[in-house]
C-alpha cells in the first residue's frame, strides 16, 4: 500500500512541475536569450524580424536585408534573425510578446535584452517602410540603434528599401 501512496505522489509531483514549468515557456526563453548572448558574443544588437511567408512585404524586408550592399552594412551592427511567426517553435508567442501589430515587425534588443526600439516608433507599425514618412522614421530609428552610423550608410538603406518596395515577387 505504502509503494502505491509513493507512485501517486511521485506523479502528482511530476504532473505539478510540468505544469509549473511548461515547455513552451521554457524555450520561449532559451530562444530569446540564445539570439541576445549570440548577439552580445559578437559585439553587436540583436535585429529581430517577426513575418510569415505568405506576407509579401516580409518576403521584400527579407530579399532587402539579404542585399549584398544593405548587408555589409547591417552585419556590422546588428545580428538580425528571422522568426516565422507560424513555423518557428514559439513564434506566436515571442510575436505576441515583441511583435507591433501586423508583419513584418521589428525589435531591435541591445547586448543586455533591453529593447533600444522597435517598428512601432510612436506611429504604428511600419514593418517594411514604403511611404516617405516611414522611410524616414526607418532611418531615424537605425541612427537612433546606431549612433554612429555614417550618412553614405544611411543613403545606401534609404535607396535600397525604396528599391525592394516596388518588387514584386
Known sequence: MKKRHLIFAFIFAFCTWTNSYPQNKIQKTD???????????????????????????????DKYHNDPKVKNIL?????????????SANGQDLFK??????TPSWTIFDSE????????????????PATQDE????????????????????????????????KRD
Request: proline content about 1%; glycine content about 10%.
Open 113 to 128: 535584452g533591453s529593447i533600444v526600439l522597435d517598428s512601432d516608433l510612436g506611429k504604428g507599425n511600419i514593418g517594411y
Open 31 to 61: 530562444t530569446l536569450n540564445l539570439l541576445i548572448s549570440t548577439a552580445r558574443e559578437n559585439n553587436k544588437k540583436l535585429f529581430l524580424v517577426f513575418g510569415w511567408e505568405g506576407c509579401g512585404w516580409c518576403r521584400r524586408l
Open 75 to 87: 552585419d556590422k551592427h546588428f545580428l538580425i534573425s528571422y522568426i516565422d511567426i507560424y513555423k
Open 97 to 102: 510578446r515583441y511583435g507591433k501589430g501586423g
Open 135 to 166: 522611410l524616414s522614421s526607418y532611418i531615424t530609428a537605425m541612427k537612433k540603434a546606431v549612433p554612429n552610423l555614417d550618412q553614405s550608410d544611411c543613403d545606401v538603406l534609404y535607396s535600397k528599401l525604396i528599391e525592394y518596395r516596388t
